[in-house]
């Protein structure tokens, strides 16, 4: 356990990359949208996609973690295992910390009125419509979901260099092509429609927290023989 902290420690090394940029982010894109929400002339409320700047984020730091920090732990000998330990629970404290944001920004909209131009950031329909645990739950997975993509990647690229990286969005693209083709032939649409019309914050955030396990498990797999 003190290694998987040590290893969170080294990756904070660099605190304006895992917390100052963040918080910039979000600040910046909820100063804007709340310009925005100011200049459109109209009462009814007024809502807008800004608060998922900092999630696409999450991507970025997945391949930041792997690629800068990954050769550098190796150097102090520091075990893979430790390494992925540390970075993963660093971004669930991180994920945690930002949901915990979120929640909070969606209670003063609601306060507020929208921040008295009756505006809404944090708190978006369907989202924040049922209770706070379920839109915890979909603020969070969805964090971490986007973390482990960017991880593996960077871990496929470790691995494999280039080339795999290549092959890996090129099957993946396929995979995915190949799927839109299975589902169109077989008149599938409807029914895939019907079934996300169903999901709740919830239920989506329990797909998802699947999905990162899938992935997370592939990731320690990849990282066992991935080089610095």
Request: hydrophobic residues 55%; positive net charge.
């Amino acid at each position: 356990m003190s290694r998987v902290l040590a290893v969170a420690r080294m990756q904070l090394v660099t605190k304006w990359t895992y917390l100052g940029n963040p918080l910039i982010i979000l600040a910046a894109a909820f100063l804007l949208s709340l310009a925005i929400f100011a200049l459109i002339p109209v009462d009814e409320a007024k809502y807008g996609g800004g608060s998922q700047a900092p999630l696409w984020y999450f991507l970025v730091l997945g391949i930041q973690s792997m690629t800068l920090a990954f050769p550098f732990s190796q150097g102090l000998s520091v075990s893979r295992r430790a390494f992925y330990l540390g970075t993963l629970g660093l971004f669930a404290v991180l994920a945690a910390g930002m949901t915990a944001i979120y929640l909070l920004g969606g209670i003063a909209e609601r306060a507020t009125g929208g921040w008295g131009v009756n505006g809404f950031f944090f708190h978006i329909p369907w989202i924040s419509d049922g209770p706070w645990y379920g839109t915890a739950a979909f603020y969070f997975t969805l964090m971490m979901l986007m973390f482990i993509v960017g991880f593996w990647f960077a871990t496929v690229y470790k691995r494999w260099g280039t080339t795999g990286m290549l092959i890996s969005l090129i099957g993946s693209a396929v995979l995915l092509l190949g799927w839109v083709a299975l589902a169109t032939v077989n008149g599938w649409w409807g029914s895939i429609g019907g079934w996300f019309v169903q999901q709740t914050p919830l239920t989506t955030g329990a797909w998802a927290a699947a999905l990162c396990v899938l992935l997370a498990g592939g990731s320690y797999l990849t990282l066992r023989r991935a080089t610095p």
